[in-house]
């Protein structure tokens, strides 16, 4: 039998994890409206389930804590996603 509470986030840990998510965004100048037009929208929808099943949250936080690079972590499922969507202005 399989650990299901790593496979299945309750609903408290999803929005910690959006939370996450959302801080990441911020703090690496992702534009959000240019990340919600990527693939009509279906890029964000899939970014924030990759983040709601993601397995490094403590990780993130604490690299969101620490004086960070502005590039995403390498554990960060969403890398590529956040550095395609950047704020250039």
Known sequence: MSNSKV???TLEQK???QELMDRMMQTRGVDADAALRVDGGMAFIEARAKCGYCLHADACRDWLGAEAPQIPPDFCPNAAFF????DTD
């Open 7 to 9: 496979l299945w986030p």
């Open 15 to 17: 929005l910690r994890r």
């Open 83 to 86: 550095l395609s969507c950047r």
